[in-house]
């Protein structure tokens, strides 16, 4: 017979004693625990704040106070003291956002536009890019200037873009400010998806809080699906590959084999995959189950069959932003601006620097900066119409490479944005001198494309994983000396066993046909609502059973 004395038992001894101390951890704010979708505390904590929300569904602004206030408590668990600068921005946001829909002079509102981007690029940029700054400066010019002790807000570079989205969506008269402050709060401290995103669009979200509650079995059966599949890619698959093989060879290259190397490439392929899109797709399925639909961040990334293909399924919020705000703004394919002209000029410049200061060691540097700026002339120098084509291509690769220092504060990220800008470059090309080779129009060369695409996205990774620009380097020359040794090979097989059976779950997961995902899908819907809830607490048994030195931070935490 179960009583409570038994009950108690059972979970002192899987969780231990709760303690006073224990209890205040809960809502203290610890650096190196921070409040995670994949942990218990933040499974124990959202049960209690969705069965309040639960009695708030008919209420409006009561509804959407207690879930900012919540929110706000969960970037405070992220970021400590930091939240404030989420309410600072929000509030000097608002304001100016006010400010443009009323203005009725053309001039005065960019003047207040101007002055919203300045302020928050200039905040993104102190915390994100003071240090990289400083020591590009000291480089450069034999400085000596001291590195600053900054702390970076979590999720920073994602609330700042959807703050700055909607701001320019008022000033193109896209959409109309919100009616109030704690409208406007809630759009930006949404907690789903503020520290990672998906990057949410003003004109998407904000007619969802003005529309019903409405939560259907639906609903909650795609919220159940994806929360279960999110915790599973990110806590049985990124965490364990990253934690007992990827980070090691990362860490230090030169002590692992080609073979490792390589392994290591493809692992990390699939951790960053299963990371980030677990991530967004818990973050998607908790928004479901408060009644709001964001958008899909991620179809099947590695069966594009084509670089263009590829930004349309990989981590689209932030694809699509840079197309509507940053890539439109500079001209697009209509004309050619200056900031479209500079940085691929800057790049191409540097890029020459670094080649010319290695040649005494070694001429490949030289070539292949040479060798980069030859092709990139020729994606526009062999098209029919040269000027169009040079202005677009300019503005794609400028796109590309402020995407890539986006992601991160140095120069390992800005040559994996120059990649992507430059394979989108010749794709563009190739598909307007070869018009026959157009994306699927064979299963043979379909098969060719998304494993070509495939292994120059991996190559790609080298560099956005890396610690540094000379780490990629080392790992790529590691890999560079492959030899065939099918001894070696089984032996390391072997040795890290774990790690691959993960990878190739991985892998089989991301490329089943769509058909088998959705019959599982309708395998899962048709389950009664008491599986599903068993079946969910058996993935978090299996998260709390396999974690590994913690939980592990979500890689787009950092950015």
């Not at 969960?74 to 608002?94: A, E, H, P, R, T």
């Not at 000291?138 to 703050?163: C, E, K, R, W």
């Not at 002590?255 to 392994?263: A, G, P, R």
């Not at 990220?413 to 699927?440: D, Q, R």
Request: proline letters at 3%; a positive charge; aromatic letters at 20%.
């Amino acid at each position: 017979m179960i009583t409570s004395n038994s009950i108690n038992d059972w979970f002192v001894q899987n969780f231990g004693e709760i303690t006073v101390e224990q209890v205040k951890s809960w809502f203290i704010y610890n650096p190196d625990e921070k409040l995670l979708f994949n942990t218990g505390l933040f499974l124990g904590l959202f049960l209690v704040f969705y069965f309040v929300y639960a009695f708030l569904r008919k209420t409006f602004y009561l509804r959407l106070t207690y879930v900012i206030l919540f929110s706000l408590f969960f970037y405070y668990k992220s970021s400590g003291i930091y939240f404030l600068l989420l309410l600072l921005s929000s509030v000097v946001d608002y304001g100016l956002s006010q400010i443009i829909y009323r203005e009725t002079k053309d001039s005065t509102k960019k003047i207040y536009l101007v002055i919203s981007v300045i302020l928050n690029l200039g905040l993104l940029g102190y915390f994100k890019y003071m240090n990289f700054m400083i020591v590009t400066y000291n480089d450069m010019f034999n400085g000596h200037f001291a590195l600053h002790n900054i702390f970076l807000p979590v999720g920073i570079s994602f609330y700042t873009f959807q703050s700055m989205s909607y701001i320019i969506e008022i000033y193109r008269e896209e959409i109309k400010p919100t009616k109030n402050y704690i409208e406007y709060l809630f759009f930006v401290s949404f907690f789903p998806q503020l520290v990672a995103g998906p990057i949410v669009r003003a004109k998407d979200f904000l007619p969802q809080i003005y529309q019903k509650l409405n939560l259907t079995k639906q609903d909650v059966n795609n919220a159940l699906f994806l929360i279960i599949g999110g915790l599973i890619k990110k806590t049985v698959i990124s965490n364990y590959i990253s934690i007992n093989f990827v980070d090691r060879v990362f860490d230090t290259p030169m002590n692992y084999t080609s073979f490792e190397n390589l392994m290591a490439s493809y692992g990390y392929a699939i951790q960053i995959y299963c990371d980030f899109s677990g991530y967004s797709d818990m973050a998607i399925g908790i928004a479901l189950l408060l009644g709001f639909k964001l958008p899909a961040n991620f179809r099947t990334p590695y069966k594009s069959v084509s670089i263009t293909d590829f930004w349309r399924r990989w981590h689209i919020s932030l694809s699509t932003w840079l197309k509507d705000f940053l890539y439109i703004s500079i001209g697009g394919n209509r004309e050619g601006t200056f900031a479209g002209y500079l940085f691929p000029s800057l790049f191409f410049f540097g890029l020459l620097l670094w080649g010319m200061s290695n040649v005494n060691e070694s001429f490949i540097p030289l070539a292949i900066a040479i060798g980069s700026i030859g092709l990139f002339c020729l994606t526009f120098l062999l098209s029919k119409k040269k000027n169009q084509t040079l202005v677009t291509n300019f503005n794609l690769f400028t796109t590309m490479l402020l995407g890539g220092l986006w992601h991160g504060a140095g120069a390992q990220f800005i040559i994996w944005g120059a990649l992507h800008g430059l394979a989108l470059a010749v794709h563009k090309i190739f598909m307007e001198l070869f018009p026959s080779k157009k994306e699927g129009s064979n299963f043979f060369w379909k098969f060719f494309s998304i494993v070509i695409t495939f292994h120059f996205v991996v190559f790609c990774w080298i560099f956005f994983r890396a610690r540094d620009f000379e780490t990629a380097l080392q790992v790529i020359n590691n890999i560079g000396q492959l030899t065939f040794e099918p001894e070696q090979w089984k032996v390391i097989f072997l040795g890290y066993k774990n790690v691959f059976l993960l990878m190739l779950f991985g892998y089989v997961w991301h490329f089943l046909p769509e058909v088998f995902t959705n019959g599982m899908k309708s395998v899962f819907d048709k389950t009664p609502l008491l599986a599903k809830a068993i079946v969910l607490g058996f993935v978090f048994w299996i998260v709390y059973a396999t974690a590994v030195a913690g939980s592990q931070p979500f890689i787009y935490f950092q950015f």
